[in-house]
């Protein structure tokens, strides 16, 4: 098993930035890729970031590319979201989520993920 907790979310004005942290624990040792998805209220979750734990690869949503950043700290079983030039649409709860499947093709898809944090709360204020 792998726990995961975020922290880091908030209320910010647009154009404003914020950072997400992940610590995970447990078995990291098995940890194959992480991501960042964010639910929307009425909205289904979406993927927003990934990052394949060893290689430290990445990859982006569209909607969120050139704006946020994903990063791990290996050390620290740490992953971080750097989120700039917030928008009121980027308003959400942001999931962290772990894998030890080795599908990194299917890193954008929800169910790919076997391990879920709490959530944070993000709010972009107009």
């Known amino acids: 098993q792998v726990q995961l907790v975020e922290s880091g979310g908030g209320l910010v004005q647009t154009g404003g930035s914020l950072r997400l942290s992940c610590e995970a624990s447990?078995?990291?040792?098995?940890?194959?890729?992480m991501g960042w998805f964010r639910q929307a209220p009425g909205k289904e979750r979406e993927f927003v970031a990934a990052i394949h734990w060893s290689s430290g690869v990445t990859d982006y949503a569209n909607s969120v590319n050139d704006r946020f950043t994903i990063s791990r700290d290996n050390a620290k079983n740490t992953v971080y979201l750097q989120m700039n030039s917030l928008k009121p649409e980027d308003t959400a709860v942001y999931y962290c989520a772990a894998t030890a499947k080795f599908q990194w093709p299917r890193r954008v898809i929800v169910s790919t993920y076997d391990y879920w944090g709490q959530g944070t709360q993000v709010t972009v204020s107009s």
């Open positions: 447990g078995r990291t040792f098995s940890v194959y890729c």
